[in-house]
Nanobody, 126 residues
């Protein structure tokens, strides 16, 4: 059974930095794409950044490009999301999720993510 545990969320001032971690168990990293998502109150969940199962390709939403970096040491826990120059609009619950390789598509697709963590709260004050 795949399990995901996120950590690292906090209250931070605008312009600050945080590093989120996602620790996965019950899976082989080379079989699963991994993706960070977030959801702000009253808004839909949205993809933030992803890393493919081989760790060779990543993508991020336009609004965080140049500020957020997704990474993982080869084949190891955890998956990181380094967040710099944080803005109030980055506030939300951040989740990591996995997509098994048989579900197809790149790590940036919005479907096929079946295993989710409980989330970690990020709050950016202005």
């Amino acid at each position: 059974q795949v399990q995901m545990v996120e950590s690292g969320g906090d209250l931070v001032q605008a312009g600050g930095s945080l590093r989120l971690s996602c620790t996965a168990s019950g899976l082989r990293f080379d079989e699963y794409d991994m993706k960070w998502w977030r959801q702000a109150p009253g808004k839909d969940r949205e993809g933030v950044a992803c890393l493919n199962r081989r760790g060779t390709w990543s993508n991020a939403r336009t609004s965080v490009m140049g500020r957020f970096t997704v990474s993982r040491d080869s084949g190891k826990n955890p998956l990181y999301l380094q967040m710099n120059s944080l803005k109030p609009e980055d506030t939300g619950m951040y989740y990591c999720a996995t997509k098994w390789m048989v579900n197809g598509g790149s790590c940036w697709v919005t479907i096929g993510f079946e295993d989710w963590g409980q989330g970690t709260q990020v709050t950016v004050s202005s």
